[in-house]
T-cell receptor, first 113, second 110 residues
Framework: SQTIHQWPATLVQPVGSPLSLECTVE??????LYWYRQAAGRGLQLLFY??????ISSEVPQNLSASRPQDRQFILSSKKLLLSDSGFYLC????????????FGEGSWLTVV | AQSVTQLGSHVSVSEGALVLLRCNYS??????LFWYVQYPNQGLQLLLK??????LVKGINGFEAEFKKSETSFHLTKPSAHMSDAAEYFC????????FGQGTELSVKP
């Protein structure tokens, strides 16, 4: 079956510092990959999604970017963090050819100070 | 494009009463629909999913949902609420993008 590894699990970063959250998928190929931010009372806000290597769609204009350098690797980045970037970030994978099952990473808690 | 709307951010029912959590979607392609549950400080757990087979989908913990194309709805129901059902519930739709609703917090009163 499919598994997703997401790291780091928690991090505290100063304002203006860079960010890199990484997500890797095992057990499938060519999945659709997604980055979400979950905030209390706001559900899961889709930030970026990718249907293939180098293909990134941005849903919410903000201080973040995403990249997919390999088929099963999805990276969320920022050059300069803002206080408002604090939150819980979740990576997800969906393999359309495998029953449309969604797999989630463990999540990353980001605190910008 | 896909979107999903969950009607009611908070729903409160008495133990033993019917649970009804509403979800309406829009999709330009035939959708796949999901319901997830999240307990406090835990990750998302799949309750059930619709993938174009039977329109009435049965899930875990006694929950079920019915896909109604004419109403673009996928409401979640359970005949008799239990205290352990108190959690946040998310509806999701995919047809490329994977979009989640804002969530509905279910409270169960004794």
């Amino acid at each position: 079956s499919q598994t997703i590894h997401q790291w780091p699990a928690t991090l505290v970063q100063p304002v203006g510092s860079p960010l890199s959250l990484e997500c890797t998928v095992e057990g499938t190929s060519n999945p659709n990959l997604y980055w979400y931010r979950q905030a209390a009372g706001r559900g899961l806000q889709l930030l970026f999604y990718s249907v293939g290597i180098g293909q990134i769609s941005s849903e919410v204009p903000q201080n973040l970017s995403a990249s997919r350098p390999q088929d099963r690797q999805f990276i969320l980045s920022s050059k300069k963090l803002l206080l408002s970037d604090s939150g819980f970030y979740l990576c997800a994978s969906l393999a359309p050819t495998v029953g449309n099952t969604i797999y989630f990473g463990e999540g990353s808690w980001l605190t910008v100070v | 494009a896909q979107s999903v709307t969950q009607l009611g951010s908070h729903v409160s029912v008495s133990e033993g009463a019917l649970v009804l959590l509403r979800c309406n979607y829009s999709s330009s392609v035939p959708p796949y629909l999901f319901w997830y549950v999240q307990y406090p400080n835990q990750g998302l757990q799949l309750l059930l999913k619709y993938t174009s087979a039977a329109t009435l989908v049965k899930g875990i913990n006694g929950f079920e949902a019915e896909f109604k194309k004419s109403e673009t709805s996928f409401h979640l129901t359970k005949p008799s609420a239990h205290m352990s059902d108190a959690a946040e519930y998310f509806c999701a739709v995919t047809g490329g993008k994977l979009i989640f609703g804002q969530g509905t917090e279910l409270s169960v009163k004794p």
